[in-house]
């Protein structure tokens, strides 16, 4: 697909444009409305694709929580196997839409791997995540920074605490979720491993305040959030802090989202997706089977 209409496609999504103005600018790329129509499955995200872990899997159990945050009740999905034990937990953040079916699939696919796992919707600060992807991303700009960490900070001694729980916490974003997890690491010491999916950076003179073992990926063409990888490796050296940062040859910005159409590639977000999942072993130690 033409580079241009997925960087207007990365534009729309992530605020400042209207549906309109995308779909004007987008028939402009394309040739015609007909032409610009036929593309939009092939960007947009398809929810009624199946999940790859099913929301019914006989090995799991699901639940809508919810827990207190310094800025009121925070609303999540949590899913963990049906085999009673305690299991390192993991921390779902959401890109710039809200909780939605693909976020809870990828907090089943961490319970599928024996870890609890905690889907989190910041929207509740704000209302709570909307049944539209559009009205979700309207929803998003109202949304303060530093509520949604305050409400992240306080989600980590949730899941610290929770019953099922070994103690050790990691955390996983994507986009504005990846952004989230830099800004978590540096404002919960209590937060063990942190892995950020094409996330912007925090400020240097807040990387001193990491503990959390950091895993970054980054897509190769994503010019806005890749400007601050440099910096960020620097502090993050100069500091000694535990970090590994992997960029993926060809890939978009939301490559591993596999509902995302075009910009999706498998290849790339079955390596990343596996180096997630050893990282979590390593850092928060292996979880019993969900078999």
């Not at 980054?218 to 992997?246: C, S």
Request: neutral net charge; glycine residues 8%.
């Amino acid at each position: 697909m033409d580079q241009r209409i997925i960087d207007l496609y990365d534009e729309f999504t992530h605020g400042g444009m209207s549906r309109r103005t995308f779909l004007d600018r987008l028939k402009t790329l394309a040739g015609s409305m007909a032409a610009a129509s036929a593309l939009l499955p092939l960007l947009e995200n398809d929810y009624a694709k199946a999940a790859m872990v099913a929301a019914d899997d006989a090995r799991l159990v699901s639940e809508r929580a919810s827990y207190d945050s310094p800025k009121g009740n925070i609303n999540g999905y949590l899913v963990r196997p049906k085999s009673k034990g305690k299991r390192p937990a993991v921390l779902v953040i959401h890109e710039n839409r809200g909780l939605n079916p693909h976020l809870e699939d990828v907090a089943r696919r961490l319970a599928a791997e024996g870890f609890l796992a905690y889907a989190v919707d910041l929207l509740s600060l704000v209302g709570g995540t909307p049944p539209s992807e559009d009205a979700a991303r309207a929803l998003h700009p109202k949304l303060n920074q530093d509520d949604a960490v305050a409400a992240l900070v306080a989600a980590v001694s949730f899941l610290k605490s929770h019953p099922e729980s070994t103690g050790k916490v990691g955390a996983v974003g994507f986009c504005f979720g990846g952004l989230m997890i830099n800004r978590l690491a540096a404002s919960s010491p209590q937060l063990d491993a942190a892995v950020a999916y094409y996330g912007r950076q925090v400020p240097a003179a807040q990387v001193p305040n990491i503990n959390a073992a950091l895993l970054l990926h980054y897509a190769e063409r994503d010019d806005g959030v890749n400007a601050g990888i440099a910096a960020y490796d620097a502090a993050l050296k100069a500091n000694n802090k535990i970090f590994t940062i992997y960029s993926y040859p060809g890939t978009q910005h939301a490559f591993n989202n596999d509902l995302g159409g075009a910009r999706y590639n498998k290849a790339a977000a079955d390596l990343a997706w596996g180096r997630t999942l050893a990282f979590f072993k390593q850092h928060l130690g292996n979880p019993p089977s969900a078999a």
